[in-house]
């Protein structure tokens, strides 16, 4: 079974590590793990809305080669987790495969949102508390697809790079779907 490994490590200073390191993990559990930046692409003749829709492409077609997905979670650039991992979780929903995810920050969202008031954000609205480490959406879309989540906190030197929670998730993805 292929792999979609989804999560902000393409931002990493050495992205390709990240991606071999985690398909290590995967070929370990007896999956093939395909990362974002696993297709060749030539950017540099295209403007960069060009090169952007050229990306977005090519992981379309890597997500629709795979038979689930696996994301990292972990939040990045602020208290939720990356924008275009979340969009490929629902794509992936959207084709009815599996979801599976995991975090280096095993607390809820509503305890990373930044606070003025006890259950108001700071521009004084509503913040979420389903018990749940990210937007519901994301989490309901894990549960209904038939995988699990894994949260865990990693000290900040490893926040984006410690891989336990990871292969965790990668352990039991092999334990539902290839046993």
Known sequence: MKVYLAGPEVFLPD????????????????????FPLDNALDLASMTPFEAGLAI??????LMDRCDLIIANMTPFRGCS?????????????????PIFGYSNDGRFYHDRVPTRTPGLDENGQTIEF??????????GAIDTNGGVFIGES??????????????????LAGDRLLN
């Open 15 to 34: 992205p390709m590590a990240a991606a071999k390191a985690k398909q290590a993990i995967c070929e370990k559990y007896g999956f093939v793990g395909l």
């Open 56 to 61: 977005y492409k090519s992981n379309i077609a």
């Open 81 to 97: 987790m990356d924008v275009g991992t979340a969009f490929e979780m629902g794509y992936m929903a959207g084709q009815g495969k």
């Open 130 to 139: 389903f018990a749940m480490h990210d937007n519901l959406m994301l989490e």
């Open 154 to 171: 990693i000290a900040p030197e490893g926040y984006f790079t410690d891989l336990r929670s990871f292969e965790q998730v990668v352990k």
